[in-house]
């Protein structure tokens, strides 16, 4: 589930804006890319929005009731619904077309990425050290999350590496 979940949404938010909003051929390997900026947002997007501030608050009351399972089910389904988001826009489908909505389209993912950097702090330290770094991203707070305004548009993110490997059974 991590790789297959959480590490394959980060990791094609990561790399489709790199593909779409890097810094301009013969710029130095180092400029990267940045978060594309946020246009004006359909229903689906409002959807995806509204479920990802409802997540802190519920991922927190399991933790403080004990209920693990459930955290890390809840944690889970934050990274469900951005993969969810990315299978419904395809993006990459419009890259040609219309790259200012692939940009609103890439926007929210990567905010969805940085809630998902903090929230996993709890349940997979390194794994969300590895994602601010990716992200480059600075102090947050568990009490900034369910925001989708945690990566300013024109941030310059890290370099995208995949968060998790596989381990074969043998």
Known sequence: ELVAIFGNFVNRALVLTQKYFASPVGASAEAGAKVPTRGALNDIDKKVIAEVKEFPGRIAAAIEAYRFRE???????????????????????????????????????????????????????????????????KDLAWTDTGSVDLLPAGHKLGAAALLFEKIENE
Not at 90 to 100: F, G, T, Y
Not at 105 to 112: A, F, G, V, W
């Open 71 to 137: 955290a890390t089910a809840l944690f889970m389904d934050v990274a469900r619904a951005g993969n969810k988001y990315l299978a419904e826009t395809e993006p990459w489908k419009l890259a040609s077309s219309d790259l200012p909505r692939v940009g609103t389209i890439l926007n929210i993912p990567l905010q969805i990425s940085a809630n998902l950097a903090v929230l996993a702090e709890p349940f997979l330290p390194f794994s969300s050290k590895k994602l601010k770094k990716m992200l480059a991203l």
